[in-house]
């Protein structure tokens, strides 16, 4: 991505911060338990509450307990949402529920599984959507891009105001404050985040770094090898709203959530991080980089791993979530070109995680 490339010269420090950030989530990685222990301890700290899921079933079920039925939930784009099926899951209960990210809400729409893990609707053209947005909510838009993207604001617009519930993930959470650190171009997760009276953040345990600095030196990553940098917004969230403007006196809620949730979620994260070669996919920020140099994601798309997790990293995390068994065939088609490697702003050795990958799969299978 030329982008990328612009980006990386025109701001130099970023190869000190990807140094830093590594180091300290291969800190994180090496003694989890002791950071997810941390990370409990200063949510309760804000006001907040903590639950850690080992399962995919499990983070469910803590969610919709939380949320409850007939309430309407907004969403922003989530892939551990997507990976245990969160919103299936709330819709089953009975409540209206809404990816309030552009691309995340298109593929709810076409009822198709995510393409790219920051872009999930990279697959789609725009007639396939102004069709899709037709067909599924009489919504009469023209194939044009500047169109869609106004008719979809207006309509999600109505679903901030009546949201009872917002469910965010996090680029970051900070084990030292229990803040969570969420970047994004559209400011649908700033509304996602605020003006809901219930704030649940809801993502996986490898998210965790030692503080709230380096969570904001991983958004700063995240965007610039997106090629996204500087982002529109960045957002920290650390508690319910509050508000110390009477004598002094911090009180809550204030105009923002009365009620801030954390649910962490492991799904095969705390046995990958004991893994000798497993272990290094845990680093991984979801720059979504390594895709767009990889010809087999060029050549199959969404087919290279299982998505929310496609392209070279995805393979690595499917086999954290889903197995050997589900991550083999996938490893298999991998032509070990080393693109991946080359470009990952946390240097994971991408090719060799799948040929690890590939080789237990054959094992299993003989």
């Not at 995340?104 to 995510?114: C, D, H, K, N, T």
Request: proline fraction near 6%; charged fraction near 25%; charge should be neutral.
């Amino acid at each position: 991505m030329p982008r990328t490339y612009d980006v990386l010269k025109r701001y130099p420090y970023l190869q000190e911060i990807r140094k830093q950030v590594r180091e300290a989530k291969e800190e994180v990685v090496k003694n989890l338990d002791h950071y997810i222990e941390e990370t409990r301890k200063a949510v309760e700290r804000i006001g907040g509450r903590f639950y850690l899921a080992g399962s995919a079933q499990e983070a469910t079920e803590i969610a919709a307990k939380i949320v409850g039925s007939g309430k309407v939930v907004v969403m922003s784009k989530n892939n551990v949402a997507e990976e245990t099926k969160l919103r299936e899951r709330l819709e089953a209960a009975g409540n209206e529920v809404w990816e309030t990210d552009l691309g995340a809400f298109l593929v709810q729409i076409a009822g198709e599984e995510p393409s790219h893990i920051l872009a999930p609707a990279v697959h789609l053209t725009k007639e396939r959507v102004a069709q899709v947005l037709r067909e599924r909510l009489g919504m009469a838009v023209p194939p044009d891009a500047v169109e869609i993207a106004a008719r979809v604001r207006e309509f999600l617009r109505d679903k901030f105001i009546k949201a009872d519930v917002g469910i965010t993930g996090a680029n970051a959470v900070a084990a030292d404050t229990g803040a969570v650190v969420l970047v994004e171009n559209e400011g649908n997760i700033r509304m996602t985040s605020v003006l809901p009276p219930v704030h649940i953040v809801y993502d996986g345990v490898d998210k965790i770094v030692p503080t709230l600095v380096v969570a904001q030196l991983v958004a700063d990553l995240q965007s610039a090898y997106a090629g996204l940098y500087p982002p529109t917004y960045m957002n920290i969230s650390a508690g319910p709203s509050s508000t110390a403007d009477i004598e002094m006196t911090r009180v809550s809620p204030a105009q923002g959530p009365r009620e801030y949730h954390m649910v962490l979620v492991d799904n095969g994260r705390r046995a990958a991080a004991r893994d000798p070669v497993l272990w290094e996919a845990l680093l991984c920020i979801r720059c979504g980089r390594c895709h767009l140099h990889c010809p087999v994601y060029w050549a199959l798309g969404k087919e290279f791993g299982k998505p929310p997790y496609t392209g070279p990293m995805g393979v690595m995390w499917t086999a954290v979530t889903r197995g050997i068994e589900e991550a083999g065939p996938h490893a298999l088609k991998c032509v070990h070109a080393g693109n991946c490697r080359e470009v990952c702003p946390m240097g994971i050795d991408i090719p060799k995680v799948i040929h690890e990958v590939r080789v237990r799969y054959l094992k299993i299978t003989k």
